[in-house]
Each structure stands twice: as structure tokens, then as C-alpha cells.
């Protein structure tokens, strides 16, 4: 399954190897603009073991973007692939939502690292 889905500021490109889908993000992602992330990382998604997030093109994410990308953390590994653009970097150690978030510097590292379970 391929889907590409953008407006002008934004744009979410997802597929699937196996059970793992794969989410591109790239460009702004606020509460306007985050209507396609949501539907990609959908946390009840049938089917989904794990989510990979190529967030290397994000210029810019808000409290709701990172709220939707914890979402599926809950129960499942979401790893985080590519550089961290310095911004969402940030964002994610103020918050502390870096410790919900495997990292792994490429797609392909991250579809087979291993994430250990998290403990509740």
C-alpha cells in the first residue's frame, strides 16, 4: 500500500513492508496540518507491528504533531529514521518524548532494529 497525501504545507507519504508501515513526513506539521499524519499512524491499525517514521524532512512540528506520532507508542515500537532535524530534536527533549522513540539513522536500520518492550 502506497499512499502519498500533501497540502501546501506538508506532505505524508506511507508503505508497508510486511508488518511494518512506513511514514515520510516532510514539512510543517501543526494542528492545521495534521490531518494525514493522523490517519498514517493510526494506533489501532490492524496488521501494523511496528511504525518507522522518516522524519529527516520535518522543518517544523507541534504539540498536536507529537501527540499524534506518541500515540501508537503506546503499544507498539515507533522508531524514528533518518536525522532529527534540530527542531524536532528539540521538541522531543523538552517534552522527554525522546525516551518513547527508538532511533536508527536509516528506513532500513529501523524496519529491523531491535526495539525492546517497553515496560509500563
Known amino acids: 500500500m502506497d499512499t502519498h497525501h500533501a497540502d501546501a504545507r506538508n506532505s505524508v507519504e506511507t508503505r508497508s ?61 515507533v522508531v524514528l529514521a533518518g536525522e532529527i532535524p534540530n527542531r524536532l530534536a528539540r521538541l522531543l527533549e523538552v517534552t522527554g518524548a525522546n525516551r518513547a522513540f527508538a532511533v536508527a539513522p536509516t528506513v532500513a536500520e529501523a524496519i529491523v532494529l531491535d526495539v525492546p518492550p517497553r515496560r509500563r
Open 17 to 77: 513492508e510486511g508488518d511494518v508501515r512506513i511514514v515520510v513526513m516532510a514539512g510543517e506539521f501543526d494542528m492545521d496540518g495534521a490531518t494525514e499524519l493522523r490517519t498514517a499512524l493510526d494506533p489501532v491499525a490492524d496488521g501494523v507491528a511496528r511504525f518507522v517514521l522518516d522524519v529527516s524532512g520535518v522543518t517544523f512540528a507541534d504539540s498536536t504533531a507529537l501527540s499524534i506520532m506518541l500515540q501508537p507508542a503506546l503499544d507498539r515500537p
